[in-house]
T-cell receptor, first 115, second 109 residues
Framework: GNSVTQMEGPVTLSEEAFLTINCTYTATGYPSLFWYVQYPGEGLQLLLKATKADDKGSNKGFEATYRKETTSFHLEKGSVQVSDSAVYFCALSGRSSGSARQLTFGSGTQLTVLP | NAGVTQTPKFRILKIGQSMTLQCTQDMNHNYMYWYRQDPGMGLKLIYYSVGAGITDKGEVPNGYNVSRSTTEDFPLRLELAAPSQTSVYFC????????FGPGTRLTVL
């Protein structure tokens, strides 16, 4: 079956530091890959996505590249801000018929950015 | 356009009580989902629906029931609440990308 493995947290960084959150996956076929962000007390929001190999998703300064050869989708940001403090989830959606576009989530990585 | 709305936001139940978590979306999405999120864990799929009148089990369906009589609504029913059902519940709808509601925090004592 499908699975997503995320770098364990929590991660604490100083403002303007470089961020990497690792994500690797196991899936049959060619899944779509996602990063969701969850701010305290809120639901999940889509941060970025990539639907095929070598695609780069980007949003709000965050980037992730779909690497089929390493089955990875690592999240990066060059300079984090205090407002980026949140929990980040990597997820995949299988392409097999009947999957109803179900998402398989990683366990989440808590990021805290200190001023 | 309210997106995905969930009620209630918080609820405390006693063991053996029942309740319905409400979920409504106004985006005319066919696909809807219920997840639970336990502390320090990712989301686990409880049930999903691909359209009105069609529902199916996800990864962790035991202890829950759903119905989908309209495109907009996808309620989740707990018949006999147990402490193991203490969690945060998220509803989502999708046309390709999933949009999530704000969640319901449920405690069973």
């Amino acid at each position: 079956g499908n699975s997503v493995t995320q770098m364990e947290g929590p991660v604490t960084l100083s403002e303007e530091a470089f961020l990497t959150i690792n994500c690797t996956y196991t899936a049959t076929g060619y899944p779509s890959l996602f990063w969701y962000v969850q701010y305290p007390g809120e639901g999940l929001q889509l941060l970025l996505k990539a639907t095929k190999a070598d695609d780069k998703g980007s949003n709000k300064g965050f980037e992730a590249t779909y690497r089929k050869e390493t089955t990875s989708f690592h999240l990066e940001k060059g300079s984090v801000q205090v407002s980026d403090s949140a929990v980040y989830f990597c997820a995949l959606s299988g392409r097999s018929s009947g999957s109803a576009r179900q998402l398989t989530f990683g366990s989440g990585t808590q990021l805290t950015v200190l001023p | 356009n309210a997106g995905v709305t969930q009620t209630p936001k918080f609820r405390i139940l006693k063991i053996g009580q029942s309740m319905t978590l409400q979920c409504t979306q106004d985006m005319n999405h066919n696909y809807m989902y219920w997840y639970r999120q336990d502390p320090g864990m990712g989301l686990k799929l409880i049930y999903y629906s691909v359209g009105a009148g069609i529902t199916d089990k996800g990864e962790v369906p035991n202890g829950y029931n759903v119905s989908r009589s309209t495109t907009e609504d996808f309620p989740l029913r707990l018949e006999l609440a147990a402490p193991s059902q203490t969690s945060v519940y998220f509803c989502a709808s999708s046309y390709g990308t999933q949009f999530f509601g704000p969640g319901t925090r449920l405690t069973v004592l």
